[in-house]
DNA sequence: AATCGATGAAATTTCGAAACTGATATTAAA
DNA sequence: TTTAATATCAGTTTCGAAATTTCATCGATT
């Protein structure tokens, strides 16, 4: 194996992985020895990215009695999505009051590009699409990323990458297809018209329907 | 040395307090074997701390370089303060919505507890006053307490903190006495007045002005 | 004189094992 | 049968040292 990076890095971001894609289940015990032999090295870098997940959220420290996988429940997620209607609405706002011809473009370029790709590898059934996951966080990112404020950009990180958690966590139980296309693009629509209130609506009510299906495809989550 | 919990739980509120304080400065460089032997513990809780720390912003990891203390400057304060300004209000502006009296008195309350402490120990220079800052994190804490997102209010307290370490390091060169607790009582008062416009407007003038001090106390703010 | 490369020292990263803590199973007593 | 105390066990936490990388110094070459 290369180790471009240090081990604990690899770790880290094979974990952060693991959790986000819902294939380590949420409530579930994360044994230092087992992650040792999994992972195939010691147990100081396991025990390092567990820390630095534990501190990001992902993962719980339970003092002396070892680390879980972050727990989910219904109540979360509706909390979740209602901060990030808040916030990321904020945070379009202001990077909308600037009025700069670049990030607009900038925009523009990400829902193109997005446009252009499928959200399912698979047309049967659902297939994760990386390349598409990876452009649709990035147009979200693009949307808010002319605020001004790191602080707030990475607010935005955060949310996304909580909510890309139960998007996943829902997926495995049921894919309900939808046009998310037509959802960008009201948004984008209204940034370019320059219309704030329309584009935080349209944004609103996107995540307001993602919020329902993840809702509807499972009770309780299977969390903890 | 007390070892109630474990010892990188300690070694990890050791640190975090001298990083907010300015025990450590901005940019210092954080030794593993002088802080192994300041602690008087092994590597490993040392890193472990560091890592937490790291996740959260107060301290830099630079790959295979160790760590170090995270940097400030001018740019960033004024992009913190402003990013306070805008999630702060929003949280403000959500814990009125609610219009719930436990939470209205709980805010007086903070504020008249906090009316009953002065900042300094002592009159002729300041000495910082724990048990009034505990106080004041309590009451702006209580002004964000009834959003209803823990979201919300863990990045409030993030941006609270953050804000509390430059303070903390302006105190370092010059104290400016003034009058907070009129500006402390202009926010309630509009908060008990159901008035969220002046509720905002309010804290809005008091981190302002409170950035401003900061920014007149030293030109460079010493960091990196 | 300046650049490049090699050598050595200092520091970080990683490992393997020892020490400690909390949980479980067993036994004895009520 | 239930409760309490004890012993055992698995797993976390911590340590000390080895392996690896970076940084600085010095010398040789262009």
Chains 1, 2 share one sequence.
């Not at 999505?81 to 706002?93: D, G, H, M, S, Y």
């Not at 059934?125 to 990323?145: S, T």
Request: charged share 25%.
């Amino acid at each position: 194996m290369e180790t471009s990076t240090t081990l604990i890095a690899s770790a880290y971001e094979r974990l952060r992985a693991d959790v986000l894609s819902g294939r380590l289940a949420p409530g579930q015990k994360l044994g230092i020895e087992s992650l040792r032999g999994q992972y195939d090295t010691g147990a100081t870098p396991v025990r390092e990215a567990l820390n630095r997940l534990a501190a990001e959220g992902w993962v719980l420290h339970l003092e002396q009695r070892g680390f879980a996988v972050a727990p989910v429940s219904e109540d979360a997620l509706r909390e979740l999505a209602q901060t990030r209607i808040w916030v990321e609405t904020l945070a379009l706002r202001k990077s909308m009051e600037l009025k700069q011809p670049a990030w607009e473009e900038s925009v523009v370029v990400a829902l193109h590009r997005l446009s252009k790709t499928t959200r399912s590898l698979s047309s049967t059934r659902y297939n994760e699409n990386p390349e598409w996951e990876k452009l649709h966080r990035a147009l979200h990112m693009a949307l808010v990323g002319n605020c001004g404020s790191r602080w707030l950009i990475g607010f935005c990180e955060q949310l996304y990458d909580q909510a890309y958690r139960y998007r996943q966590l829902a997926v495995k139980r049921a894919y309900k297809s939808r046009n998310e296309l037509a959802e960008h693009r009201a948004v984008v629509d209204a940034v370019v018209a320059a219309d704030p209130d329309g584009a935080c609506a349209a944004l609103e009510a996107h995540y307001t329907r993602t919020t329902r299906i993840i809702l509807e495809s499972g009770k309780g989550l299977g969390g903890g």
